[in-house]
Structure formats: structure tokens, C-alpha cells
């Protein structure tokens, strides 16, 4: 069995370690490279159905630190010519952007130290909304969403607003699903999780504060430029092109 293609989250281990490999001095290449065997089978990316006895082992993914040597302008040697597109996509992103870099794989790597989240993560569909452009790859995302859809806090968010207004509308549009939909639009509104994937850890518990009720369209909207677009500011794009 063929291993699967490398993802943009397995990339951005990769990088990570590519870089850092000769750093650090409390642990040897080949200790590292086994931390990163370790975390990758630990992520629920790629079903056990599809991974070979030897998924992402440490020779592997020795053989892909030499396909980054290959790429990276700075080695005077040859390294591994076969390398794929992805390699030199996620190396030009982040080759000037280390700080970036390490941010992010510290947070794919504290989402892989929690297998339980992980099995939760891995049932969350990604592919529905995941084109928005953002530097996370799905783990993150899938996080966002994981923290979306806590039905326990999203019903307290519900309870609030119905409390304090006696309605639930989109925080942008203005959407009411009952006034539309009458009966079958009672108490329906999607929840929007606030916080920029870039701060999301996976211990964090989500606040009120933290979500906004949102309708349908602009909650795909708000997923379009997750780590940039706040809801405030989709409200102003929505009131500033509104007939």
C-alpha cells in the first residue's frame, strides 16, 4: 500500500523540523525525526484504512528533508529531486516567514498531544468551507469548527440572546429564520466562532463572547477570509452594498 500525499499540515511539521533540525542541541536529527514520525501518526489526518505498516516513519520523512534540501536556494548540494508541488508551495510560503512557521506547527502538534479532541476533529468535515486562503491547514480548522458546533455553549448563546432581545438575528444581516421560514425557523441560527485560527489552543474553553449568531451565507462569508474578515467589518461590507 502506497502511503497518502502529504498534506498542508504535514508540510508545515516538516518545515518546521527542516529548519529547527540543526538548532537545537538537547535532542539528536534523529530524535527529532522520530518527534515528528510521532506526532504524524498521531494526527487523525488520514484514516488507519489508508496508511502502510510504515506511515511516515522516520526514513521517510528523511527522504522528504531531502527533498527540501533540493528546494532551499541556500544548500550547495543536490539534495532529492522528486519532491512535489506542495514541498515548494509551503517552502516559499514560509521560508521568510519562520516565527509564522513555528506558530503554526506548535499549534498543529498541541491539537496532535490530544488523541481524544483528535478523534473528535477527525468526524468534522473540512472541505465544505475550506477555501478561505488562511495560512492554517484543516487541523486548525477543524478546530474552529469543533468550538462552533459545542452545542452546549452554542444553546447558552441562544438562551442569552432570546433573553435579552426575544429573537435570534444575524449579527450582520439582520436575518430572522422564524420571520422568514415561521414555524420551521424557530430557534435556528448558526454560531460563528470569533477568534482568528492563529490563537486557537486546544485546551481553551469557548466563551460567549467568543461566538456570533450568524446566518447561513454570512457565516460562509466570514469562513471566505477567517483570519482576517471580523464580523463587524462583513457588516460593513454587507451595509455598504446593500439595495
Known amino acids: 500500500m502506497k502511503s497518502p500525499n502529504w498534506t498542508r499540515d504535514e508540510a508545515i511539521l516538516l518545515l518546521d523540523l527542516y529548519f529547527s533540525i540543526n538548532e537545537r542541541t538537547d535532542v539528536s536529527k534523529l530524535e527529532q525525526m522520530q518527534e515528528l514520525s510521532d506526532t504524524l501518526n498521531a494526527l487523525r489526518i488520514h484514516p488507519l484504512s489508508v496508511r502502510p505498516p510504515m506511515f511516515r516513519n522516520r526514513s521517510g520523512i528523511e527522504l522528504k528533508l531531502g527533498n527540501l534540501l533540493a528546494i532551499d536556494p541556500h544548500y550547495k548540494g543536490v539534495g532529492i529531486q522528486n519532491g512535489s508541488k506542495l514541498d515548494?508551495?509551503?517552502?516559499?510560503?514560509?521560508?521568510?516567514?519562520?516565527?509564522?512557521?513555528?506558530?503554526?506547527?506548535?499549534?498543529?502538534?498541541?491539537?496532535?498531544?490530544?488523541?481524544?479532541?483528535?478523534?473528535?476533529?477527525?468526524?468534522?468535515?473540512?472541505?465544505?468551507?475550506?477555501?478561505?486562503?488562511?495560512?492554517?491547514?484543516?487541523?486548525?480548522?477543524?478546530?474552529?469548527?469543533?468550538?462552533?458546533?459545542?452545542?452546549?455553549?452554542?444553546?447558552?448563546?441562544?438562551?442569552?440572546?432570546?433573553?435579552?432581545?426575544?429573537?435570534?438575528?444575524?449579527?450582520?444581516?439582520?436575518?430572522?429564520?422564524?420571520?422568514?421560514?415561521?414555524?420551521?425557523?424557530?430557534?435556528?441560527?448558526?454560531?460563528?466562532?470569533?477568534?482568528?485560527?492563529?490563537?486557537?489552543?486546544?485546551?481553551?474553553k469557548t466563551r460567549l463572547k467568543d461566538l456570533a449568531l450568524v446566518c447561513s451565507n454570512c457565516h460562509r462569508m466570514l469562513h471566505r477570509q477567517l483570519e482576517t474578515l471580523s464580523v463587524e467589518a462583513l457588516k460593513e461590507i454587507f451595509e455598504a452594498n446593500r439595495l
Request: proline share 3%.
Open 88 to 204: 515548494r508551495q509551503i517552502f516559499e510560503e514560509f521560508a521568510g516567514r519562520r516565527e509564522d512557521l513555528r506558530r503554526l506547527a506548535n499549534q498543529i502538534r498541541s491539537i496532535a498531544a490530544h488523541p481524544v479532541l483528535n478523534d473528535k476533529l477527525a468526524e468534522i468535515e473540512s472541505a465544505d468551507s475550506f477555501d478561505n486562503g488562511v495560512d492554517e491547514g484543516a487541523v486548525v480548522f477543524r478546530l474552529h469548527k469543533f468550538r462552533e458546533r459545542d452545542k452546549s455553549i452554542v444553546a447558552k448563546k441562544k438562551r442569552v440572546e432570546m433573553a435579552k432581545s426575544g429573537k435570534l438575528v444575524c449579527e450582520v444581516c439582520a436575518f430572522n429564520f422564524t420571520e422568514v421560514y415561521g414555524d420551521l425557523g424557530l430557534g435556528f441560527i448558526e454560531c460563528h466562532h470569533r477568534r482568528p485560527l492563529s490563537t486557537l489552543q486546544p485546551d481553551e
